[in-house]
């Protein structure tokens, strides 16, 4: 099969690999029908994900048809439709119990496994460990794109964003970084009741990008950022103020724009230390939070795609086959140059 392979930092190809096969009974082997890209990926090309070795096929998102199961699967069947999301969970172990497949004992320590520490979904074919525990059948009524940025990045901002940020009908937030999980956030934000959605970016096209993501306000980054978002909160600050970039400036930020009371949801993937200014921050009756997307949200999720409610689709601004992958990973590499969003390869 072909597939898209990592050769090392700053290296990758459309390449030629072994076909997948059935390792462990609880396996299925799918074809993969549509895929996309992740920052994630970016990270890995750049190096900055020391686990991910050479040979390894990336990618962690993707739709995709079962053309085999394994002997102990019983569920699930050839022909099935399935999304399969970017954490594997082995249904089991203590984490896997209690909701959290982001750190799943059984399938290697962390839910996050495609693409990192096994070979991932930017193919023609993949494994798919665990897979009664892990894949979603999608209803017929639900086209592929309509689900596919639901194997990781609405969740994240769903879970990581909204959830963990304890959103409640009437709130106010602010999304710190209007790229594809910042969006994602806005987007899951308005479903559960956020009254106002301040997005806070730099790159004016993400900024109108955020109001069609459910962005009530837009603030341009930068240091006048704090003050116009306590001049749009009569002084006190967001309920929930979401970090979704990962660096230290933005994390700053949310934490000089949280009311009292409030939480600072850390979204973001952090590559380097960050001051947290506990001499302001202890009095201020203040939570912050962290964390890696479980997908116990999805079937959620699914749920309010098939009725239209969220338009994860959206999302999806460039379209690719397969063998043109590589074109993608360079728009996708350069998205403000293109005003890309996410992008969608199809076999
Ligand atoms: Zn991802
Ligand atoms: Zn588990």
């Known amino acids: 099969m072909k597939a898209l392979v990592f050769g090392g930092p700053g290296r990758r190809s459309w390449d030629t690999a072994d076909d997948p096969s059935i390792i462990d009974p609880t396996d299925v082997i799918v074809q993969i029908d549509t895929t996309t890209i992740c920052g994630t990926d970016l990270h890995i090309l750049k190096g900055d994900v020391p686990a991910v070795t050479d040979g390894r096929i990336l990618g962690h998102e993707a739709v995709g048809t079962i053309v085999e199961t394994g002997a102990a699967v019983s569920s699930l069947k050839k022909g099935d439709r399935v999304l399969v999301p970017a954490i594997t969970s082995c249904g089991r172990c203590a984490h896997c119990k209690v909701g959290m497949a982001a750190h799943c004992q059984g ?161 973001g993937v952090h590559g380097a230390p960050t001051t947290l200014h506990l001499e302001e921050l202890w009095i201020k009756n203040i939570t912050i939070t962290t964390g890696l997307v479980s997908g116990s949200t999805v079937p959620t999720l699914l749920a309010l795609a098939r009725e239209g409610r969220i338009e994860a689709e959206k999302l999806g601004t460039h379209h690719f086959k397969l063998d043109q992958i590589e074109q993608a990973y360079d728009v996708f590499g350069a998205a403000d140059k293109h005003d890309a969003l996410k992008v969608v390869i199809t076999a």
């Not at 592929?144 to 969740?155: G, K």
């Not at 602010?174 to 899951?188: C, I, N, Y």
Request: a negative charge.
């Open 107 to 267: 399938a290697g320590g962390i839910g996050w496994i495609f693409g990192h520490l096994i070979n991932g979904l930017q193919a023609e074919y993949a494994r798919v460990p665990f897979a009664e525990t892990s894949v979603h059948l999608v209803p017929d009524d639900v086209s592929d794109e309509q689900v596919l940025f639901l194997s990781d990045i609405l969740p994240t901002g769903y879970e990581i964003g909204v959830q963990k940020g304890g959103v409640k009908p009437g709130d106010t937030i602010a999304v710190v970084g209007a790229g594809p999980v910042g969006l994602a956030a806005m987007m899951t934000a308005s479903i559960a009741g956020a009254a106002r959605i301040i997005a806070v970016d730099l790159a004016p096209s993400r900024l109108r990008h955020a109001r069609s993501f459910g962005a009530t306000h837009t603030v341009a980054g930068g240091d006048a950022a704090r003050e116009e978002i306590l001049a749009l909160t009569d002084g006190y600050g967001v309920d929930v103020a979401m970090e979704a970039v990962g660096v230290p400036a933005t994390f700053d930020l949310c934490t000089q724009v949280v009311r009292p009371g409030g939480t600072v949801a850390n979204i």
